[in-house]
């Protein structure tokens, strides 16, 4: 469940951390947002963070993305 | 407010409060709370959700134990919901703003997101909405605790909502406190169908998805009679409903005061109006309306109420009840008529994987493979049958080898019984159900052995237009009026008439009264119906002659398709009855 590991990152961090899909913005500590993206494997998305250690959270949540969520299967969302 | 439509299959009109069956099985008893209360409430609900979490979290660990880390982490994505601020912080305030019970405002706020999820056009994420309806259920649970309501100990009415119920639910459903019932599955001849009818409480299935749209609780309309399901009605709509059933109750009670009349057509020709029944409970529905006997007496309840076969007791003791109550007159007991997939458990040993139920191993080719569960049914009918005029109908038959094998069996059972010095009726009419297109076609040969023929139309429409009805991708193509089946009745009541075996029509077309001045114009004089029909029915019957049915029988058999048929005989029905036509 992609969409847990990154609610679950971002909640570990004081600031406010955003994920964008095309027009669509939604807070990534939610998991109820994340999931409302659909977003799939391959589709593009932008992370924005604000406020205390924001660059410490995008560094954490691309790690995240680029280990494919920690895990073996593939991405679907 | 907003409307759902489905199939109407059982009749009338109820408001009340909804209980969601599967997803919920318990109902939110309480939609708001006291403002001084707000505190206490939002606290209650922290400690379920708290309880919730750990209880989560251990099954996450369990599952990662046990089965391996990536199912674990299905446990993982529960406890984010159940964390999730923001899901909490609108729960907190639908309670603290609004005054929601707990319940309410979790049932809401997490029914709102499945809801988004199920329409986001994407499988994967569709799938997750069940995520979130386990954790809504976890969460009632914990909030309800003991005062959750089971459908079994019931204690205040509700209008039952399923996505599907089982035929042993329906049956076990309490009357005093189901007051209707909506599936999103289902069709017009499923079983589940058939025993709301017989339950006369009004119900309407294969909805479609809606559950997500309901929570426990809301105020819902079902229309039994459109087939329409009205959740969260405004007030005129409520105004509105509450008006028909007024109107409703008024013309029900003009058609009681028929009870006493008979039921005969202008010109003093009798036709005898009988009642379908499946359970015993059923023949004060029938007595009531003044019914002239049991037509078909459905015995597949007894097969499907246990998980074990029924004994002969069993059996017999369900016959005595509703022969004993018609002694004057015919109470016709249909045997077994369920196919081997029906049926749970015991007779698994006959499920095979046939592409096509409706053509395979059912009925009286059931009953022909397994003696011993056939004779027992048999033994109870005979024994029974000294109580009254009780008479044995073999279901499905096809052939006149089946008929003859399904007679001899019978024979045996006599014999059986003779040695065994019981007590027993010897001289119980026989008859066939005549509802494979190829008995209707042979109904004359059929005639020179049996007592009594009656057209089951429901089967006999499904075989002749090769159509299943409960498939909703050709259901429209079933049609009661096609010119074929009015030719096939007219050769079987031809074939009755030459050889004087009586014949009766029962199965859904014979309870729509547009159908009535044609078959009695054919020369029907026996029809069986589901018992609320019967005052309609007999009303219809007295206002018109034989001439007049005949004219119109006449005329219907010259027509060419099913809506020509359908077009004339609602013309005809309204000139006859106009008080009627609702």
Redesign the interface.
Known sequence: ?P???I??AA?NFSCDVRIIREHVTV?A?????V??L?A?YGTTLALQAFGEGASEAIQELVKLFESNFN???SV?? | MFVKRGIAVSPRVVTGSAMLLGTEGFRIPQHFVSVDAVETEIARFHVALDTVYTEISKNAELARDQLG??YG??F??H???AC????IQEIDSLISEHCYSPEFATSRVLRR?AK??QN???H??AE?AVDIFDLEKRILRHLLGERREELAHLTAPVLVLAHNLTPSETASLNKKFVLGFATEVGGQTSHTAILAGALEIPAVVGIGNFLSDVSGGDTVIIDGNHGEVIIDPDQDTLDKYRDLEQQFNSFTQHLQSLRPLRSETLDNIRIHLMGNIEFPEEVEHCTQRGADGIGLYRTEFLYLKNDREPTEEDHYEAYCRVISAFKQMPVVIRTLDLGADKIPGTYSQFQTDGMNPAMGLRSIRLSLQNLPLFKTQLRAILRAAVLGDARIMFPLITSLLELRQAKMILGDVVEDLEEQKITFKRDVPIGMMVEVPAAAMLADKFALEVDFFSIGTNDLIQYTLAVDRSDQNVANLYKSGDPSILRLIQSVVQAGAKHDVPVTVCGQMSSDPTFIPLLVGMGIRNISVTPHAIPELKEIIRNMSIQQAKEISDHSLTLETARDVDNYLRGELNRICPDLVM
């Open positions: 469940m969409c847990s590991r609610a679950q909640s807070d500590k939610n998991i109820f947002d999931m409302s659909s799939e895990c073996e299967e679907d969302t | 880390k990536q982490a299905i993982e994505a406890l984010q919901m999730d601020p923001k899901l997101y988004i999820f986001l056009d994407n994967y994420l997750r």
